[in-house]
């Protein structure tokens, strides 16, 4: 008797790594959805799985392994075709430009190499990604696999994704001289620093996104922003 498959529980990390898959365009990888374990598998003639390629071979009826769709070239121009017309805040001669771009063979490496000259590709990777995430919720949605209020959770977990991810970044870009950072990692320099401990910032490097600290030696080190939180306040 064949099992109903059953709803996936939804997380960012797996929904991020169907979107990755479906925009894999290797033909030599083919990714599945594993329903029962909810993760996403990889097989190609580079994996040395040899079980998990049996298990999917012979899940003929797709009720734990169902191949994830990859996006075409079709599919990738309308993309750029969407972002472009919805850039209302451009200019008519910039967006004519770029709707030029995408046209005929080689679109999609012209089109970014245009997106970093006229200073869109940051709004572009934001696009993209937000599209994806629709893309995949349908998907899901299309294989009975979430409900509609899940579809609006995955959407939720999004943005609250890009909310962590948009102060992290500004915390980052604040981490400038006389202010205060605390330890959140100190993975590679344990005898440096430690975790929950707050430091004094004496100097940046914006270009390799480091700081200049007195580190628990009592010596000032240069050392990654990553392993930092902002606190807001300053010595």
């Given at each position: 008797m064949k099992q109903e498959k059953k709803t996936l529980d939804l997380s960012n990390s797996l929904l991020e790594d169907i979107a990755m898959a479906t925009n894999d365009n290797n033909y030599e990888m083919e990714w599945?959805?594993?329903?029962?374990?909810?993760?996403?598998?990889?097989?190609?003639?580079?994996?040395?799985?040899?079980?998990?390629?049996?298990?999917?071979?012979?899940?003929?009826?797709?009720?734990?392994?169902?191949?994830?769709?990859?996006?075409?070239?079709?599919?990738?121009?309308?993309?750029?075709?969407?972002?472009?017309?919805s850039r209302d805040d451009q200019d008519e001669k910039t967006q004519n430009l770029l709707l030029t771009i995408i046209k005929g063979k080689?679109?999609?490496?012209?089109?970014?190499?245009?997106?970093?000259?006229?200073?869109?590709?940051?709004?572009?990777?934001?696009?993209?990604?937000?599209?994806d995430r629709k893309d995949v919720l349908n998907w899901l949605k299309s294989r009975n696999l979430i409900t509609d209020e899940d579809m609006d959770r995955g959407m939720m977990l999004y943005e609250e994704t890009l909310a962590i991810r948009k102060q992290r970044e500004e915390g980052i870009a604040n981490m400038i001289t006389g202010t205060l950072v605390k330890c959140i990692s100190n993975n590679g320099h344990t005898h440096q620093l430690t975790i929950n401990k707050t430091y004094e910032v004496f100097d940046e490097q914006k270009q390799h996104l480091n700081i200049k600290i007195k580190d628990d030696r009592d010596k000032r080190s240069w050392l990654p922003k990553s392993h930092f939180e902002l606190l807001n306040r300053t010595k």
């Amino acid at each position: 008797m064949k099992q109903e498959k059953k709803t996936l529980d939804l997380s960012n990390s797996l929904l991020e790594d169907i979107a990755m898959a479906t925009n894999d365009n290797n033909y030599e990888m083919e990714w599945y959805l594993d329903v029962q374990d909810g993760k996403t598998v990889l097989i190609s003639d580079f994996t040395d799985d040899d079980e998990m390629r049996e298990l999917v071979e012979n899940d003929l009826d797709e009720e734990r392994f169902i191949p994830i769709p990859v996006k075409g070239p079709a599919e990738g121009w309308h993309e750029m075709e969407q972002f472009i017309l919805s850039r209302d805040d451009q200019d008519e001669k910039t967006q004519n430009l770029l709707l030029t771009i995408i046209k005929g063979k080689g679109a999609f490496r012209r089109f970014k190499d245009a997106l970093y000259d006229v200073g869109l590709h940051e709004q572009w990777f934001g696009f993209k990604d937000r599209q994806d995430r629709k893309d995949v919720l349908n998907w899901l949605k299309s294989r009975n696999l979430i409900t509609d209020e899940d579809m609006d959770r995955g959407m939720m977990l999004y943005e609250e994704t890009l909310a962590i991810r948009k102060q992290r970044e500004e915390g980052i870009a604040n981490m400038i001289t006389g202010t205060l950072v605390k330890c959140i990692s100190n993975n590679g320099h344990t005898h440096q620093l430690t975790i929950n401990k707050t430091y004094e910032v004496f100097d940046e490097q914006k270009q390799h996104l480091n700081i200049k600290i007195k580190d628990d030696r009592d010596k000032r080190s240069w050392l990654p922003k990553s392993h930092f939180e902002l606190l807001n306040r300053t010595k």
